[in-house]
């Protein structure tokens, strides 16, 4: 089989490439921007595969897309492509609007046309599998956990374009037949991830013994999985999953945001060498809360256990002592990026007046 993987460049496109290169005969071409939060270094192991191949090429545009599709000939399309980061769709909603809903429509009639146009042989078997977010669910109380047939509340930028996304690759199994899977999973963390987000953000701050911004009073829950266990249920999913379903993916480890800062803080100081200041949880900062932050995602992921098999390996103990080890193992690849493109400051105070009250 050959896989089309767009935004395999990003952090759970390319766990998802070494994972089927690794692990199956599959070829795989990545279509990907190369936007700020792409790094190939993620593939460096991989890149000279006979069964790889890349393509540097905006989801937007149709006919660079069009030809991608002609020249591979894929037999399943995997959807990652997006802007990612929910600090920056605050401060920067227009590029999320652009990529995430009009580049997933762009994919969406391309890949029509070239699966109308493939023999019945190959279109039976043809997928176009849709990665998205529970954070098109919106926000939780205290109890409760998202299923599948949970309706969409979206409050961010971020996650009102990937509800709108979602809504159109449904239209385009509905509506065009296009043979779609969908997937909605919980927040991913593990190695190559751009450090902007909570953990790495955290985890490099703690090695370098600057502050650790915790936002509002660090109550948030998150649902956190593990990128490569992330890697393997999508994998399943697009093999083996029922068409036009959608199946929730979730690890079962809900962590307050506090709790997931402190323990980082503690692997760090067993991991790396002691700060002169003492214990790294006292470098923890509340700053000012996101606006319109969710209090809480939790997912249900049993319709994945039950139908495909699917068992997350890491817990979140586990997952996060491999993680941060590898912070502190590739510090010259997040230090590029912090003396380049990202120096960790603070996202997503939109227009406000940023300050670290
Ligand atoms: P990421 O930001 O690390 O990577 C996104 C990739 O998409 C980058 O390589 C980027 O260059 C590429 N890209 C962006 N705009 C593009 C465009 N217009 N054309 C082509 N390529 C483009 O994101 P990620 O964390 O790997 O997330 C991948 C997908 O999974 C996204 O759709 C995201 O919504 C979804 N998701 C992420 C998480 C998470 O916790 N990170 C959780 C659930 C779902």
Same mark, same amino acid.
């Given at each position: ?105 762009? %994919? &969406?009639?391309?890949? =029509? ?8 042989? *190959?279109?039976?078997? $043809?997928?176009?599998? !849709? ?75 703690? %090695? &370098?013994?600057?502050? =650790? ?8 829950? *998150?649902?956190?999985? $593990?990128?490569?266990? !992330? ?76 139908? &495909? ?12 002592? *491999? ?35």
């Amino acid at each position: 089989m050959k896989l089309l993987v767009t935004g395999g460049a990003g952090f759970i496109g390319s766990a998802v490439i070494r994972l089927v290169l690794r692990e199956t005969a599959a070829a795989v071409v990545n279509l990907d921007k190369l936007t700020y939060a792409a790094n190939l270094d993620s593939l460096a192991a991989i890149a000279h595969d006979p069964r790889y191949a890349f393509e540097k090429v905006d989801i937007c545009d149709r006919p660079e897309v069009e030809r991608v599709f002609r020249q591979h000939r894929p037999d399943a399309v995997m959807h990652l492509a997006a802007e990612s980061h929910v600090d920056r769709s605050i401060d920067a909603p227009a590029s999320f609007l652009q990529t995430n809903v009009v580049g997933t429509c762009t %994919l &969406l009639e391309v890949a =029509l046309d070239y699966w109308r146009a493939l023999p019945s042989e *190959r279109q039976s078997g $043809f997928r176009f599998h !849709h990665v998205s977010t529970d954070e098109v669910y919106g926000s939780l109380g205290p109890t409760g956990r998202f299923s599948e047939t949970t309706a969409y509340e979206p409050n961010s930028p971020y996650s009102a374009s990937k509800a709108a996304s979602d809504h159109f690759a449904r239209a385009w199994h509905q509506t065009y037949g296009l043979p779609v899977v969908a997937s909605n999973c919980s927040n991913n963390y593990g190695p190559w991830q751009f450090p902007e987000k909570l953990i790495p953000l955290v985890t490099v701050n703690a %090695l &370098l013994g600057k502050p =650790l911004p915790v936002y509002g009073q660090g109550e948030n829950v *998150r649902d956190w999985l $593990f990128v490569e266990d !992330h890697a393997r249920a999508l994998w399943l999913i697009l093999t083996a999953g029922r068409v036009g379903e959608t199946y929730n993916v979730g690890g079962d480890s809900e962590r307050r945001n506090l709790a997931v800062v402190e323990a980082i803080c503690d692997l760090v100081d067993e991991m790396a060498p002691k700060l002169a200041g003492g214990p790294r949880r006292a470098l923890i900062e509340f700053v000012r809360d996101r606006p319109g932050h969710d209090l809480r995602y939790a997912i249900d992921a049993s319709k994945l256990q039950a139908e &495909l098999g699917w068992r997350p390996r890491e817990d979140f103990a586990s997952g996060l002592d *491999r993680t941060v080890a590898w912070y502190l193992d590739n510090r010259a690849w997040w230090e590029r990026l912090r003396a380049g493109i990202y120096a960790g400051d603070r996202l997503g105070l939109g227009r406000q007046k940023v300050d670290q009250t």
